[in-house]
């Protein structure tokens, strides 16, 4: 069974940094293709940033500069590390996975990605 388990969320200031962390079971992260999503509610899910699984990443506009996605082979961990948080980065953020090949138009699609993780909780407080 695939299971996707994120952590690392909680509440900062403007300006300050979280690592989120999204463990996998069931699947080995370095083969398939991972993705961050956050949502607010009453908007859509949407992409963050993507990891290939030959190494190419792809951020979101609004992101670039300051969020950086790597993974830990060993932990079988994806990372999301986020810095100069912003309050519009509150959301809950999602990791993804799918065993599909995404275009790089698609890669922040979540239509994409068929197993997530449960979320975790960004606050980011002006």
């Known amino acids: 069974q695939v299971q996707l388990v994120e952590s690392g969320g909680g509440s900062v200031q403007t300006g300050g940094s979280l690592r989120l962390s999204c463990a996998g079971s069931?699947?080995?992260?370095?083969?398939?293709?991972m993705a961050w999503f956050r949502q607010v509610p009453g908007k859509e899910r949407e992409g963050v940033g993507s990891?290939?699984?030959?190494?190419?990443?792809r951020y979101a506009d609004f992101v670039k500069g300051r969020f950086t996605i790597s993974q830990d082979s060993a932990k079988n961990t994806l990372y999301l590390q986020m810095n100069s948080l912003k309050p519009e980065d509150t959301a809950m953020y999602y990791c993804?996975?799918?065993?599909?090949?995404?275009?790089?138009?698609?890669?922040?699609?979540?239509?994409?990605?068929?197993?997530w993780g449960q979320g975790t909780q960004v606050t980011v407080s002006s």
């Open positions: 069931g699947v080995d992260i370095g083969r398939v293709y």
């Open positions: 993804a996975a799918t065993h599909l090949t995404p275009s790089w138009l698609n890669r922040l699609s979540r239509e994409r990605y068929n197993t």
């Open positions: 990891l290939g699984t030959d190494g190419s990443l």
